[in-house]
């Protein structure tokens, strides 16, 4: 999913991307695909390691992590601008 969104950004003049995942394979295909990416358990790892942001995406994982409210606290330390936060949207699964 992480790199979705860097195909898109990518196409923005003088961005640098980062993506991260917990995710070892979606790290490797992240980089095959010519991006910057590292592997990071958000909750649990040091994210100011990672530098600050202008902006930074969380696509689909808020309903994931145990305790959101951290998360994104931890985030928003690490963040000059804005932080993106998508959900899942289940009204438009089609059976």
Known sequence: MVICFLLFIKKKPNCKLLGI????????????????????????????????????IMSEIIEHLPNPEKVILDVKKITRKKIIITTPNIAFILF
């Open 21 to 56: 995942d917990i995710s070892s394979d979606a790290i490797t295909k992240t980089k095959m695909k010519g991006f910057r990416a590292s592997k990071v358990n958000i909750t649990q790892d040091n994210l100011s390691e990672l530098g600050n942001f202008d902006y930074i």
